[in-house]
């Protein structure tokens, strides 16, 4: 599916019901970000859906239904979904309906819907593995009088790309990462308000302007051309100020790069800020 992405139009194309099934099929258009503004990606770098992926819809009640399926997609770009045709029969009125992805991360509490952990720690997914971090992109859609959805997300990706010129192999442990601006909220969990259309971000106690990738001992190219990329998720409006990173070898020898921010710009929602590639053992960018 998508994950952080842009913008995210779900228009109802057909409300033919099947009397058999009870259900109604609309499709949902990917409008794809440009230049780093990329989140789930296929390897031609476009944002896609896939067969199978899921989003629950809910009335301003908190009332839900089974999630709506995706059962086919045109080059990942559009897909069609199918769901309960019963449940959205007045889609089109002026109820208020919100729509969530992924349908994993949600449950209702007090008449709100409350989003999985963007985690203060998180392990290392391989880009080459297909779509990046699928469960860790909150997303949400409100409808329009014409019962139309916009998705949008609240948490960004920070693209670290390593590379190592030591004569012996580097295997990254682990990846943290520190706000600059203590007042950064990195990580946290998101409240959605759905008769009131609000969010809240709930910060954790500590460590709120921090985030850690666990690597698993994952090896370093020895070049600039192939270096390997670290995906982080956190949460949108951060880094301002830049952050610190360092990199924890397998054999627990930390190494520290400080980013100043003037090369970083904000992380926003449904962005990737991809970084210049370093060599960490020598860190300044190469190009």
Known sequence: MLGLCALVA????????????????????????????????????????????????????????????????????????????????????????????????????????????????????????????????????????????????????????????????????????ESASENDVVNGTLVYDNVERSKTVNAPAQNANKVVLQCGNTSLPDDVDSSKDFDIVVLGGVFSQGFTMTVVRDNDQEYTVVSDKIDINTINGGHVRAMYAIDIINPFPTK
């Open 10 to 177: 779900l228009a109802f194309t057909s409300c033919k019901k099947n009397d058999n099934t009870n259900k109604v099929t609309f499709k949902a258009t990917i409008t794809q970000p440009v230049a780093d503004e990329r989140t789930n990606i296929n390897t031609a770098n476009a944002v896609v859906w896939v067969e199978g992926d899921e989003i629950q819809v809910f009335d301003e009640n908190g009332n839900t239904t089974d999630p709506f399926v995706a059962t086919l997609t045109e080059n990942g770009r559009v897909a069609t979904f199918t769901g309960d045709g019963t449940f959205l029969a007045k889609i089109h009125e002026a109820g208020k309906y919100t729509a969530f992805y992924p349908v994993q991360s949600y449950d209702l509490m007090n008449g709100t819907v409350t989003m999985n952990t963007i985690p203060y720690e998180q392990t290392y997914v391989p880009r080459s593995q297909g779509r990046i971090m699928t469960d860790l992109y909150p997303m949400h859609a409100t409808n329009d009088t014409t019962g139309n959805f916009t998705f949008s997300s609240d948490a960004g990706v920070l693209r670290i790309a390593l590379f190592s010129t030591d004569e012996t192999p580097f295997n990254v442990k682990r990846i943290e990462i």
